[in-house]
């Protein structure tokens, strides 16, 4: 009978075989900027709609920059995710919790080094085990309805984080919900803030520097609210014909300008009362 004797480099090929894996491939659970669609696209797939009083104009090159998105942070490959954090820093429950899972010990031990962080700053570590490559921790305020002053910090939880990232050189950065799950902020006032802070970035001198602003949600409650508020902040483009409120005041584009600058040219004494009549509402 013959013999067939075991190859001695089979479990050596085996292991080759199960650790290669091509140069263009992704982990399964990785979510990559090419994979997040922009407000632009939602607003083509018309899961967004315009809205009836923006509450500024529209830009266009900000629909191709801000993007929505639903789904775990952890799983984010960006170059900075936000963390929703304690004044420790050291984890805790909520998305603070789960991204100290997953980038592991060594983000704890970083943070020990960082001696805490206030509400409303933020502090940039690593990302280790993540996807993402940094972190950026900013401490959001416990909602009290008779406290004036968390308004004040949860906008300063949007602006240093913004802040610190482009100081960093970063070209992402996803921002959770800030301080709407154990810390009870509304999450319609929150969303407003975390909207309009965005917004104000991007406007400012530093605003060419980001590349993708993300807001990132979990529950379809949350992404309802999103998908409500985004247009008033980002609004597409007007086309020809559509009929606007901004302001207070209505507006619609003609073939040669707006029709409050039409309702300006002299005409009958009749008309002038309409448009008198449309300015005071």
């Not at 963390?83 to 010990?105: C, E, M, Q, T």
């Not at 960093?168 to 975390?194: C, D, M, R, V």
């Amino acid at each position: 009978m013959t013999r067939i004797c075991p190859n001695p480099l089979g479990p050596i090929l085996n292991l080759i075989m199960s650790t290669t894996t091509p140069s263009d491939s992704e982990p399964e659970d990785m979510v990559g900027l090419k994979d997040i669609p922009t407000i632009g696209d939602l607003f083509k797939k018309a899961i967004l709609h315009p809205a009836k009083k923006p509450r500024y104009q529209p830009q266009l090159s900000y629909l191709d920059r801000v993007s929505l998105w639903q789904g775990d942070i952890t799983k984010l490959q960006l170059d900075s995710i936000v963390n929703a954090a304690n004044k420790s820093l050291l984890g805790g429950g909520g998305v603070d919790g789960a991204i100290h899972r997953a980038a592991g010990r060594k983000l704890y031990e970083e943070c020990r080094t960082l001696h805490g962080c206030q509400t409303g700053e933020a502090k940039i570590t690593k990302g280790y085990n993540l996807h993402s490559s940094h972190i950026i921790h900013t401490v959001g305020p416990v909602y009290d309805v008779s406290d004036d002053a968390v308004k004040d910090e949860l906008e300063c939880c949007y602006r240093t984080s913004l802040d610190l990232a482009v100081k960093n050189a970063l070209k992402h950065i996803a921002f959770p919900s800030i301080s709407t799950g154990i810390y009870g902020y509304p999450i319609e006032e929150a969303t407003h803030i975390a909207l309009g802070e965005g917004r104000r970035f991007l406007e400012s001198d530093s605003g060419d520097k980001l590349d993708r602003l993300i807001y990132v949600v979990w529950s379809n409650a949350d992404k309802a609210v999103y998908e409500r508020l985004i247009p008033e902040y980002f609004p597409e483009p007007f086309e020809e014909g559509d009929e606007v409120q901004h302001e207070g005041e209505t507006e619609m584009t003609t073939d040669t300008g707006t029709k409050a600058e039409a309702e300006a040219e002299p005409g009958p004494k009749e008309d002038a009362g309409v448009a008198e009549r449309l300015v005071a509402d």
